[in-house]
């Protein structure tokens, strides 16, 4: 009878984020963290604050948290957290640390320090909306890591053309989707939206770069061709006063409701017929992607990865980045024509789960992880033994995530 091979232990990871609470980046972490096959991996979770939806669901899943209160990176609390961290990484034989955010410094400082063999950024969005300081604390990130992963095909070329880096270091993931909870089903609105017609809405952080007063006046403008149509906002952040204040203005203050950020977002998502995403700068949106999953109409500006999203007519309808009258064209095709909106929706939600569950996702982030992983552990026995050997290399691994 021919040996078997003893069964390998789960590889200890440790992934980063500033915080837990709504966003896209803190879903994309806590998706990776609940969803990794056990058997192969054992995830931990670092971030400097602890409390937020995302946090809750982690702690109540069990997942190792480490509270690293930094107040900022450039303070003493800084120090103390690589000294933490260290201490961290070593203690649970950390073999990757995969930070989702602006933590890629001190995850790169702290990974070279405790000889942690990877350490893996994610860049899932644009820098020219970050601050300088944060985007020169990520270009400095770039230099120190093994690997930048990216969200979509849009930011992989951005990466490229405008943050230089090299095409062999970026490694590509689309976000998946769990459809399991996001579905398309025929439920009773919430009493907010009782007796409404057609609703229009979004589910996003309350920031600027949501451009989400671009989407109040472009309902305001088409709001008389149904008299009982709503517009819903379902997020929190700090546009909510401005927001408020412009349905004020607009006129649209009393067909507008505003929802704080919930884990409950399902039952809203479910109650939008048309959903749409005006941002002016976005890489490949959970909570489009989610919409679309739930079978809504969607409606996109022609930025980052939307457009690989939702095509064109195919799934949703695009509109230019800032164009409100093209928004407002957009918005009244839909609003006439319940056929097309249904049409758009299916089709959306049958992409969603046939191309971008959660499965596939966290089946190709396993396999990053673990490329990554047997390139240096192939490396350090080359340079110890001198025994060469071909591993895959990140352009290898981004053929094989497209087919």
């Avoid at 069990?62 to 201490?87: G, Y």
């Avoid at 939307?306 to 839909?334: M, V, Y």
Wanted: aromatic letters at 6%; charged letters at 25%; hydrophobic letters at 40%.
């Amino acid at each position: 009878m021919a040996p078997t091979s003893a069964p390998q232990d789960p590889v200890p990871i440790l992934l980063m984020g500033r915080h837990l609470h709504q966003g896209g980046v803190e879903r994309d972490l806590t998706k990776v963290a609940l969803h990794l096959d056990r058997s192969r991996f054992t995830p931990h979770v670092a971030t400097y604050f602890d409390s937020g939806i995302r946090f809750e669901e982690l702690r109540a899943a069990k997942v190792p948290l480490l509270h690293l209160p930094v107040t900022s990176i450039a303070s003493w609390s800084a120090v103390e957290a690589v000294w933490r961290l260290s201490r961290y990484v070593r203690q649970h034989r950390i073999a990757l640390i995969h930070a989702f955010d602006s933590t890629s410094f001190l995850a790169a400082v702290v990974g070279r320090l405790a000889r942690c063999p990877v350490v893996l950024t994610s860049q899932l969005s644009y820098r020219s909306i970050l601050d300088s300081r944060t985007a020169l604390i990520l270009r400095l990130s770039d230099r120190l890591t093994d690997a930048v992963q990216v969200n979509c095909e849009a930011v992989r070329r951005y990466m490229i053309d405008e943050e230089h880096v090299s095409a062999d270091r970026l490694v590509l993931c689309h976000n998946g989707v769990d459809t399991s909870i996001f579905y398309p089903s025929q439920t009773r609105r919430p009493p907010e939206l009782e007796g409404t017609e057609v609703v229009v809405g979004t589910v996003c952080a309350l920031r600027p770069e949501k451009n989400l007063e671009l989407l109040q006046k472009g309902f305001a403008s088409v709001r008389s061709s149904s008299p009982s149509m709503k517009l819903l906002i379902v997020g929190s952040g700090p546009e909510l006063c401005r927001l408020r204040e412009n349905a004020t203005r607009l006129g649209i203050a009393d067909v507008s409701v505003f929802v704080p950020a919930t884990p409950e977002v399902t039952t809203w998502m479910r109650a939008i017929d048309i959903f749409v995403l005006p941002s002016y700068s976005e890489a490949f949106s959970n909570s489009l992607l989610e919409a679309m999953a739930c079978g809504c109409a969607a409606i996109g500006s022609r930025v980052g990865g939307t457009p690989e999203l939702i095509g064109h007519n195919e799934r949703g309808l695009l509109f230019e980045n800032g164009d409100a009258k093209g928004l407002s064209t957009q918005l009244q095709r839909l609003i006439d024509d319940e056929h097309q909106r249904r049409t758009l929706g299916s089709r959306a939600a049958a992409f969603a789960k046939e191309k971008l569950n959660l499965e596939i996702a966290i089946k190709r982030q396993s396999e990053i992880y673990e490329s990554l992983l047997s390139r240096k552990m192939a490396t350090i026995a080359q340079s110890v033994l001198g025994c060469p050997r071909r591993v895959p290399s990140s352009a290898d691994l981004n053929e094989r995530g497209r087919a």
